[in-house]
């Protein structure tokens, strides 16, 4: 044999006696329970990982319930809160069309007023006019006397017909 065969040989056979030595002080299973050992714990941290990743979702799914609500109160809110400004805003208009209209009314009436005193002004004076003038006529062409109880006739009939 040559010397490369022969190291062969001597390196198969400590290759043999390490793996019976590791066979007889059980190194398998050793590393067969190592393995298994990290199999559980990789299982038992997928299973967390599960079990959190599902406690997520539903927190996620409460949240998302919350807002939508919170939207909708929001919502809400502003409807009603426009409603109520639309409201006062008709409310005011209203409230401004009645001020107009008594005013209106108002003013009419002391317009009326002051029409009704300046015709019965005009209608004094115009009395008052007629009867100087009716005095300075009969003056002339009537004693005194007779002119005073022509003049006092008059004064009743013109007072009679105004009221």
């Known amino acids: 044999?040559?010397?490369?065969s022969l190291a062969t040989l001597w390196a198969t056979v400590a290759l043999v006696i390490f793996l019976a030595i590791a066979v007889y002080i059980?190194?398998?299973?050793?590393?067969?329970?190592?393995?298994?050992?990290?199999?559980?714990?990789?299982?038992n941290e997928l299973e967390d990982a599960r079990r959190l990743r599902e406690e997520a979702q539903q927190l996620l799914g409460q949240y998302q319930r919350k807002r939508k609500e919170a939207e909708q109160e929001a919502a809400d809110i502003v409807a009603a809160a426009k409603r109520e400004a639309d409201m006062l805003a008709a409310e005011a208009h209203q409230k401004t069309e009645d001020y107009v209209a008594r005013r209106t009314a108002l003013?009419?009436?002391?317009?009326?007023?002051?029409?009704?005193?300046?015709?019965?002004?005009?209608?004094?004076?115009?009395?008052?006019?007629?009867?100087e003038a009716a005095r300075t006529l009969l003056a002339g062409k009537i004693d005194a006397k007779a002119g005073a109880d022509l003049f006092n006739a008059s004064l009743q009939d013109v007072k009679s017909k105004l009221n």
């Open 26 to 43: 059980k190194v398998p299973g050793l590393i067969a329970k190592a393995l298994d050992a990290r199999a559980d714990k990789i299982s």
């Open 107 to 131: 003013a009419e009436l002391k317009i009326g007023q002051a029409e009704r005193e300046a015709i019965g002004e005009v209608r004094a004076s115009a009395v008052d006019i007629a009867v």
């Open 1 to 4: 044999m040559d010397a490369t």
